[in-house]
């Protein structure tokens, strides 16, 4: 059988990641062709090019960069699934952001499968995407670590025997700080992760434990579980992704080396499991394995997402929103640490959440968020 694979943000860490995992599975599963039909990225040209030579790759889309030889450029991701999309076809969403919920509408539109590590999709527009998962009827795997360790934890067992979801979290860089060294972090050491090489605004939002926040709300929508069934911790060892306790008392967890590979590969092989190239544990190097309550003092973002749960709407295109201008001014070093998640919070309690409707809707309070953002980082700016 030709699996026919595109990779949204291939140039990423976790689209890099997808082309090594194929490449292993083009060696170790003789049952199937694994092909990478469509390649697609921001601005790095120069390791497209490259990607597209290796995997014999002859359509790409790049949003803005050096152009190459090519069969065939296109100008958007979403152009790139509708010209060349089959239904049954794997689409890998790992654009970052907001700019990722397009392509994947648009892949689940043309009958494609989805695995998607792009967390702001369902964060934004959950009700949206999984309406449409379940009228196109096609799959839809996560590979975030810690979906893929609740996905396989679940184990098609039906939502009422779940009595509890925990997500765990690293801790991020800034674990070890104290609440007032946390405030005051500088971008050089909030990008010093101690466990996994991501980019700088997945690091920076680990820091925060805003990612676990994006995490939580996202769970919400792939198992549908409301904020009552949801709960993370600290799990500094990374060792154990995510558990699922159940009505009768038993807690289901999966654990595995802290290494994207493996929920990259089973999100592309599931249901079935192959031989895998992501580290093995030596359980002898992990004597213990330790476990943390999360301080909403120290991380109010977590205490956010329950709020955003409960609020539903367009309420989590805002708090995506709104966290992404927070970010990208906190990286250009224009906006302290410790004023990113109290923006958020203002954000999210002066708009007017609506009904999730269209698409339309969710990009109009993306829109509304991210001006109101910037209104309130200017505000800090002029202050100090």
């Known amino acids: 059988m030709n699996k026919r694979i595109f990779i949204l943000g291939s140039t990423g860490s976790i689209g890099c990641n997808v082309l090594k995992v194929i490449k292993h599975l083009q060696l170790v599963d003789l049952q199937n062709k694994w092909e990478v039909v469509g390649l697609s990225a921001k601005s790095n040209s120069k390791l497209l090019q490259e990607q597209s030579r290796q995997f014999n790759v002859s359509n790409i889309s790049i949003a803005s960069g050096e152009a190459f030889s090519c069969k065939k450029h296109y100008s958007s991701s979403e152009d790139l699934i509708l010209e060349n999309a089959r239904p049954g076809d794997i689409v890998v969403g790992a654009i970052v952001g907001f700019a990722g919920i397009a392509p994947i509408m648009t892949a689940i539109k043309c009958g494609c499968d989805i695995a ?80 996994w090489s991501m980019g700088a605004k997945v690091t920076v939002d680990s820091a925060s434990l805003m990612n676990k926040a994006l995490e939580l709300v996202e769970a919400h929508w792939l198992f549908n579980v409301d904020a009552e069934r949801l709960s993370a911790v600290i799990h500094p060892q990374s060792i154990v992704h995510g558990m699922v306790e159940f009505i009768d008392g038993s807690i289901v967890a999966q654990l595995s080396s802290p290494d994207m590979k493996l929920p990259i590969q089973y999100s592309l092989t599931y249901p079935n499991r192959l ?34 749960i409960r ?56 829109n509304e968020a991210r001006e109101l953002a910037k209104e309130y980082i200017s505000s800090v700016k002029t202050r100090t």
Request: aromatic share 6%.
């Open 275 to 308: 031989p895998g190239c992501s580290s093995k544990i030596n359980w002898l190097n992990h004597p213990n394995l330790g476990f943390e309550p999360i301080d909403f003092s120290k991380y109010p973002a977590v205490r956010l997402a329950y709020d955003v």
């Open 116 to 195: 998607l590590a792009n967390k702001e999709t369902l964060v934004a527009a959950g009700a949206l995407i999984m309406q449409a998962v379940s009228e196109a009827n096609v799959q839809l795997t996560p590979i975030d670590s810690e979906h893929s360790a609740i996905f396989q934890s679940l184990s098609n067992h039906p939502n009422k025997e779940i009595e509890r979801i925990t997500l765990t979290a690293s801790g991020g860089a800034l674990r070890k700080f104290s609440v007032e060294e946390v405030r005051k972090a500088t971008v050089e050491q909030v990008l010093n992760h101690p466990v």
């Open 311 to 366: 609020q539903g709407g367009t309420s989590g295109a805002v708090f995506n929103a709104a966290n992404e201008v927070v970010v990208e001014s906190f990286l250009e070093q224009s906006l302290p640490f410790e004023s990113m998640v109290s923006i958020v919070e203002k954000v999210l309690g002066n708009l007017r959440c609506i009904d999730c409707s269209s698409i339309d809707s969710i990009v109009e309070a993306d």
